[in-house]
């Protein structure tokens, strides 16, 4: 019997973009309203079919793409998407090889004419790659996957170039990807979990890539015994501790030390470097903890001393999961026979800032590190080639804010006037920035409003995006090419930082008086673009306006309240956003003029504040700095 795919009346809000309480409404008063078909009295389960249909008919569906109605179906009443898309990538492989496929179950084999559509559409590797995207967002029992940036800058750290490159803790294949993207000509990987390890092996596939993603337990049995490759890189789970110690204690991967039970993350350690060739990097992504835990001091100065661990860098909180942590990056090097050990490990301390702006330096300061041997290399607050006698004291320390050379105190000290100075003319200027605003009369009639679905069905805005990541393959870059509005710069108020790069799905240029607002951010968040040329950088919504109809720092400003980011949010909890279900006042456009212009001073009152923030919370470390090094006095004080 075919099963039949169910909604539950939240995932029914969710659909529609309404409330719970509007779905309950809904039940009530249409008689039509389809009746559960599962479930319980409390939480009742509707026939998603019948439900879409009622829904179209009352005008309260808003139009999807054919991959976006697919996913819906595919994952209605299913536990685990990852088993659904992994169904699906097998179809799809098949169907790309002109192979027939395995016996789907009667759920999916219900779908497939849809998935043989959008396959006929974007083509086999095209389709698996847009319920990728949607499978990877934000949202309840999706996996936590390494973000793109860091995967990038942990395959940078690693020099895959066109070498093979392993993950043993593959996950949904984050490095893996980027490692193709870097250029990486085969990609194995080993996952616990099958269906993931599914997934990330069908990314593979679908683009021909050699190299597989097999399942099971690194630690306990490796996939690859034996193998060796030219780049490890992995995100190994944190703080396991029941990872094998019992049957592997005599295991001949321990080279630097048995691990302590406690200490699980030096066995994977010590399991990337069994699987690099010589000379070859590997870069693990570690807990703080495990740079200076007392358990593991003896294991760290025999990596120190045989030269095998070349770096620690330090990352902002907000990396990847756990997010509240500033994790590490440990970058290990399998040391050439009877090559003589370095005399200095790089320590790198990148925990203050944003990981997109800080990944180049980092990159570049690795690179010079690496290009002259045993290099005296320091940047005062960010890097130092600390000699690795001074690192083998009794506690092995390896956290690199502990280890970098202060600024100079008289660098200090002119530092300080000049942020002073900086600080002082912002504040000076917040009060002709502050917009001045009139209350409305109490009786105020509830203002109309338009959602963006219906300007974009008007004609008074067009709709574009958000680009997508586009699969590997193209051209790398030249420098020196249009810069790439990203999410951070969005959010931060910034000017265009990116660089276009084959992850671009499409190049699309903005125009002034274009409207950007990210898809997943913190909050939702519109900025109206003032110069032309950069390009529209992944994961952001488009807007670009019939001037005749809309005025953009008006639409901007409505589209940043509290109550559309609630409107706009697509899951509960998720930090993700569908921008059509945003509410917009309906004005005439000089009145949208006199709010634009309000809004737009409240956007330089708000970049102001911004500024000063940081300007003041810099000009107290500084002061505090330069009291304690004796490069400043206070006013009036004793020589």
Request: charged share 25%; aromatic share 4%; hydrophobic share 45%.
């Amino acid at each position: 019997m075919q099963e039949t795919p169910t909604i539950t009346a939240a995932e029914i809000a969710r659909l529609a973009g309404v409330g719970r309480a509007a779905v309950s409404n809904w039940r009530k008063r249409h008689g039509d309203f389809p009746e559960p078909v599962g479930g319980s009295a409390t939480s009742p389960e509707f026939d998603l079919a019948q439900v879409e249909q009622w829904l179209r008919g009352q005008g309260k569906l808003p139009e999807v793409s054919r991959a976006d109605r697919l996913w819906r179906h595919l994952t209605a009443g299913r536990e685990n998407p990852a088993t659904a898309l992994a169904a699906v990538g097998e179809h799809l492989l098949a169907h790309r090889r002109g192979e027939p496929s395995s016996r789907a179950d009667d759920h999916l084999a219900a779908l497939l004419p849809e998935v043989d559509a959008l396959a006929d559409e974007l083509g086999p590797q095209g389709a698996f790659d847009e319920l990728w995207q949607r499978f990877s967002a934000p949202g309840p029992g999706r996996p936590f996957a390494t973000p793109d940036d860091l995967a990038d800058l942990m395959v940078g750290l690693a020099g895959v170039g066109g070498g093979t490159v392993l993950d043993p803790a593959a996950g949904t294949g984050a490095t893996l990807r980027a490692a193709i993207r870097a250029g990486g000509s085969a990609a194995y990987g080993q996952e616990l979990d099958e269906d993931l390890a599914r997934l990330a092996g069908l990314w593979l596939a679908l683009r021909e890539v050699p190299g597989e993603v097999r399942p099971g337990d690194s630690l306990r049995a490796d996939a690859f015994p034996g193998h060796t490759v030219d780049a490890v890189v992995c995100h190994p789970p944190f703080g396991i501790t029941n990872w094998g110690l019992e049957e592997l204690g005599y295991d001949p991967r321990w080279e630097y030390g048995v691990p302590p039970r406690t200490e699980p993350e030096l066995a994977w350690v010590q399991h990337a470097l069994a699987h690099l060739r010589p000379g070859g990097h590997a870069v693990l992504l570690m807990p703080p903890t495990a740079a200076g835990r007392r358990g593991a001091r003896r294991i760290r100065a025999e990596l120190l001393r045989r030269g095998a661990l070349r770096a620690v860098i330090a990352l902002p909180a907000g990396a990847a999961a756990p997010h509240g942590v500033p994790l590490h990056l440990w970058v290990l090097r399998r040391p050439p026979a009877d090559a003589p050990a370095p005399a200095r490990a790089l320590l790198v301390d990148a925990a203050d800032g944003d990981l997109t702006a800080l990944a180049p330096r980092v990159l570049s300061t690795w690179r010079a590190f690496t290009s002259v041997p045993d290099a005296d290399l320091e940047e005062a607050g960010f890097a130092r080639a600390v000699p690795v006698i001074e690192l083998l004291d009794e506690e092995v320390d390896l956290t690199p804010a502990r280890r970098q050379p202060a600024a100079g105190g008289e660098a200090t000290g002119e530092h300080l006037v000049r942020t002073r100075e900086r600080l002082a003319a912002i504040v000076g200027e917040l009060p002709a920035l502050m917009p001045q605003v009139t209350p409305e009369p109490d009786g105020a009639a509830a203002p109309l409003t338009l959602s963006i679905a219906e300007l974009a069905r008007t004609g008074a805005l067009h709709l574009i995006g958000p680009v997508r990541a586009a699969g590997s393959g193209g051209e790398t870059p030249l420098p020196g090419g249009p810069k790439v509005m990203t999410v951070q710069d969005v959010l931060n108020g910034t000017e265009p930082s990116g660089q276009a790069d084959e992850r671009l799905g499409q190049e699309i240029r903005l125009a002034a008086g274009d409207v950007v607002v990210p898809m997943i951010a913190r909050q939702l968040t519109a900025r109206v673009v003032t110069s032309e040329g950069a390009l529209l950088g992944r994961n952001l919504y488009l807007l670009r306006l019939n001037p005749a109809a809309l005025d953009p720092w008006f639409l901007a400003g409505q589209l940043r309240t509290s109550a559309n980011e609630k409107q706009a949010s697509s899951l509960s909890g998720a930090l993700r956003f569908d921008i059509r279900r945003a509410q917009v006042r309906r004005l005439p456009l000089e009145e949208q003029r006199a709010h634009g212009e309000a809004f737009r001073r409240l956007d330089a009152f708000e970049s102001a504040i911004r500024q000063a923030a940081n300007l003041g919370a810099e000009l107290v470390q500084l002061t505090a700095d330069g009291l304690a090094l004796g490069s400043v006095r206070p006013e009036g004080g004793t020589k």
